[in-house]
């Protein structure tokens, strides 16, 4: 085979691969349950996590907002804002063993909010601290659901 064949072949397969590269769809969510297990009631039956690159930096961005019993579980993180975002949320800060370190109620948009002592945040539907009477202190259960079964994980 003449090399220009062979180059055309290449540079080819080449085009093929980076094009697919920017064509592949986002990430399909990873889902997981969060439970207060001191009170015994569930902050999010069906919350995604965002535990990578992109799923932490996309958050909740575009979308109109949350709905009950649904959140986000952003994994490692110690700091959010709302900027661009259309609807109040809810912030419930956890340490490595998944206690509460901190709550932001209602929080709108166009904030910025932080606690240098968590090592992941829940992001809820406006309301589901008050509703669910969560305080600091409190340990969370978190359950990842996956293709193969349920395992509890702690951060």
Known sequence: MPDNVVEKQEARSILQRITGLLRKEPPVPRLAIAMNETRGKPLATRMEVADNSYTRRKGLLGRDGLEPGTGLWIYPCESVHTFAMRFAIDL??????????????????????????????????????GATGTQIGDRIAIQRLEQRGVHEQRT
Do not use: H, N, Q
């Not at 340490?95 to 166009?110: F, N, T």
């Open 92 to 129: 419930v800060y956890l340490d490595r063993d998944c206690v509460v370190k901190k709550l932001r109620s209602s929080v709108p948009p166009g904030r910025l909010s932080a606690c240098f002592s968590a090592r992941s945040v829940i992001e809820l539907p406006a309301g589901t601290i």
